[in-house]
């Protein structure tokens, strides 16, 4: 793994905040810094692929999918709907 410095300005009560949690996970403030960011690209990919995905979406076909849930199948003795 290749590794490179980089001086990252934060803004004092963060940074001692993140330091705080740093040692309350027990790492390194490097470490939980470059967790963090991974986490954030993370997300970052998630949500542009699943935008991506979406655009190739048809409601339509979707509902007509869903229209045809249970068609043919029905309720089996001791089936039961859960209530929130």
Known sequence: ?????FA????PSLLE???KLAETEG???NQLINVAVAEK???LRTETYFRKRATRGNAKKAL???D???VGNPPMRGDRVKSR
């Open 68 to 70: 045809r849930a249970g």
């Open 41 to 43: 690209l993370s997300a």
């Open 27 to 29: 790492v390194a403030l």
């Open 64 to 66: 007509r999918i869903l």
């Open 8 to 11: 990252l300005r934060l803004q």
């Open 17 to 19: 905040e993140a330091r």
């Open 1 to 5: 793994m290749r590794r490179s410095n």
